[in-house]
């Protein structure tokens, strides 16, 4: 296991784990919602023998503090954006599940600089529509009335493949726990800003690095003819869809995920 780091970003103290050749080029793995960095190990393990690879929590979530700043998309691609400066990062490929990707897709539209290469992994560039919004706040409202337990019950329908509730039993049982050690208002804070984000769709067309988008083939949540659409817009771009799995690929099928991903990064110029 690789021991945890800490370092102050933006007026807050970000915790990260961090594998492999200190001096390579570096890739940061950020977590989709709610989890945390601990759902990158088995990349840290496989990329860490040739790159260097960073998992760390956003803010709020797993050890990184919170603060009492109103949490947006906007305020973790800052985080994101002034931790690259703060491990004096000039630039990395940037891996984000999910909300993940959100927050990646708002940060390279700051700073393009800081960018060698992009993984959309289950993610999507859209806003949520209104009635999306709509449903997150009835949530916020149902975890403040009822805590936790529901809503993690619910949650891991939509995030795992049928198939994996049988095959990676032991993934659904860490992310089960995930959610239920997050703290029900840190869920209910960023809940509140994935439903005030704002769309990155129109932005596509102008990203100038590579970019894999990755979607499970069973995705419900971002599924594969968003990560399609998403691929077909950015001009240098690959798409891979990972069979027999739902929204958490890199959890459900890690061998397929690992090796498509050292594929793409191994042809990036890190440095
Ligand atoms: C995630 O996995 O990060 C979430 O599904 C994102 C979202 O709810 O929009």
Known sequence: MHSEKRIPVN???????????ADAGAVIFIHGFPFNK???????EALGKTFRCIAYDVRGHGQSQASDVEFSIDLFADDLLA?????????????????????????????PEKFAALLLVDTQCGADTPEGREKRMKTIAFIRKNGLEVYAEES?????????????????QFIHQ??????????????QALANR????AYLSTI???????????????????????????????LIVIDKAGHLTNLEEPEVFNK??????????LQ
Do not use: H
């Open 156 to 172: 891991l329908k939509n995030l795992f493949a049928p198939a994996s509730f049988q095959t990676r039993r032991q993934a659904v």
């Open 198 to 201: 704002t769309e990155r769709c």
């Open 260 to 269: 498509a991903v050292i594929g793409f990064v191994k042809n990036i110029k």
């Open 208 to 238: 100038n690095v590579p970019v894999c988008v990755v979607v499970g083939s069973e995705d419900k949540i971002t599924p594969p003819a968003v990560a399609q659409k998403m691929a077909a817009e950015i001009p240098n771009s690959t």
């Open 83 to 111: 931790f690259l400066d703060a491990l004096k990062i000039k630039k990395a490929v940037v891996c984000g599940l999910s909300m993940g990707g959100y927050i990646a897709l708002n940060a390279i539209q700051k700073q």
């Open 178 to 191: 995930t959610i239920l050690q997050t703290p029900a208002e840190i869920i209910c804070r960023t809940l």
């Open 11 to 21: 007026g807050v103290e970000i915790s990260y784990l961090e594998a492999g050749v």
């Open 38 to 44: 601990l759902m990158w190990t088995s990349q840290l």
